[in-house]
């Protein structure tokens, strides 16, 4: 099994919808992060988690937000999609200090 | 605001060339990793510098870390075709987080 397991992979919804992408570890890291990624502008941080208790905005949170259900538990919510939020979103996990990211597979999220 | 900047942003190149491809920034790192990423899949590390004019080989990539650990640069010899992907490079700050550069795009000819 995967360290890092995202669902849905891929995910096709209308505008205005409510969608839910889930993320799940077995790494036994307090850290976990959702990433979005588009052409040309590589990985950019939507939300972060320390702790279950610590949740944080990244650069681009604005019509994103997130729920840390447990340590091995965070996902990423979009209350009403719209189109410019289309994109490839990642979840990762890293351990305290200069230690490695660990990727999930990715959800290919299309909002038409 | 820390940033990263890759360069080249898209590298195509025959099997069997070398290259190389660098991160630099304004800003010093406490440490710098190197990712590849391939279609459908999450980046995957390939190194961590942390100190200053370090210098990790991986078979025949070769990463620098800058002396002012201010920028990084990889070097492969003699590319293949599985060399192909996404190269991207990531900087710790003093906060543990990464900043990540927008990545190079590589592909290798057969």
């Known amino acids: 099994d995967a360290d890092v397991t995202q669902t849905p992979r891929n995910r096709i919804t209308k505008t205005g919808k409510r969608i839910m992408l889930e993320c799940s570890q077995t790494k036994g890291h307090d850290r976990m992060y959702w990433y979005r990624q588009d052409p040309g502008l590589g990985l950019r941080l939507i939300y972060y988690?320390?702790?279950?208790?610590?949740?944080n905005k990244g650069e681009i949170s604005d019509g994103y937000s997130v729920s840390r259900q447990a340590q091995a538990k965070f996902s990423l919510s979009l209350e009403s999609a719209i189109p410019n939020q289309t994109a490839l979103y990642f979840c990762?996990?890293?351990?305290?200090?200069?230690?490695?990211?660990?990727f999930g597979q990715g959800t290919r999220l299309t909002v038409v | 605001t820390q940033l990263l900047k890759q360069s080249p942003q898209f590298l195509s190149i025959q099997e069997g060339e070398n290259l190389t491809v660098y991160c630099n920034s304004s800003s010093v790192f406490s440490s710098l990793q190197w990712y590849r990423q391939e279609p459908g899949e999450g980046p995957v590390l390939l190194v961590t510098v942390v100190t200053g004019g370090e210098v990790k080989k991986l078979k025949r990539l070769t990463f620098q870390f800058g002396d002012a650990r201010k920028d990084s640069s990889l070097h492969i010899t003699a590319a293949q075709t599985g060399d192909t992907g996404l190269y991207l490079c990531?900087?710790?700050?003093?906060?543990?987080?990464?900043?990540w550069g927008a990545g190079t795009k590589l592909i290798i000819k057969p």
């Open positions: 990762a996990t890293r351990g305290r200090r200069n230690t490695e990211a660990f």
């Open positions: 988690s320390f702790d279950v208790k610590d949740i």
């Open positions: 990531a900087g710790g700050d003093s906060n543990y987080q990464l900043i």
